[in-house]
């Protein structure tokens, strides 16, 4: 339980930073940059919470809501600093729902959840904050732009971590696996700008 633990508070302080840094280009004030890092660090979590029928964490611990705080301050003090780093943004996107992702399965898991469902909640938790976010910030959420490789890969991680069950593993090793998988999988469809097929045709031609 503290391993998992230790992953919900970094994909908190992934997803925070997303928040304020897309907060940041829309230059809201600091309510708004705060709200904005709330919604994308918890909006996963509370929704499959309240779908499985847990008690929000956030709810519960005011552990989370510090480590919010703490991390959107640290944010806009070093946002110069986040600025130099191109496409930081998409580096703590991607690391947070490799986290999630790992932390809904394992959710999922202890609610008795098939494996499909649990996957399918893994899933919902790495990538609703991000759409709350996106929406907030008047984007079009990365979750529902035109062939982009977001929620596969957090479907990749999850069969990874099914598969990475039937072997005699530690629940550390499955984890980190299955979160790189995850991470991995995004960055390198981004790298080398590797597509979903489009369902669309060129009206223009």
Do not use: H
């Not at 999630?100 to 990538?127: H, N, Q, R, W």
């Amino acid at each position: 339980m503290e391993y998992l633990m230790v992953i919900d508070i970094l994909g908190v302080i992934s997803f925070a930073i997303s928040g304020v840094l897309s907060s940041m280009k829309k230059k809201m004030d600091p309510f708004g940059i705060f709200i904005i890092a709330f919604v994308a660090s918890v909006g996963g979590g509370t929704l499959r919470d309240i779908l499985i029928g847990f008690p929000v964490a956030w709810m519960r611990d005011l552990t989370y809501m510090y480590v919010i705080m703490g991390t959107s301050v640290f944010a806009i003090i070093f946002r110069k600093k986040l600025v130099y780093l191109r496409k930081s943004l998409f580096l703590f996107d991607t690391v947070g729902i490799g986290l999630y992702t790992v932390l809904g399965i394992e959710k999922g898991l202890s609610a008795d959840f098939p494996p499909i469902i649990c996957i399918a909640i893994g899933t919902m938790t790495a990538c609703f904050g991000g759409v709350i976010r996106d929406i907030l910030c008047n984007e079009i959420p990365l979750l529902f732009r035109t062939k982009e490789i977001y929620a596969t890969a957090c479907i990749l991680g999850g069969i990874t971590y099914f598969l990475l069950m039937q072997f005699p593993l530690s629940d550390g090793v499955i984890f980190t696996i299955s979160g790189a998988v995850v991470i991995f999988t995004r960055s390198l469809a981004v790298y080398f700008d590797i597509r979903l097929p489009s369902v669309y045709f060129d009206v223009d031609n």
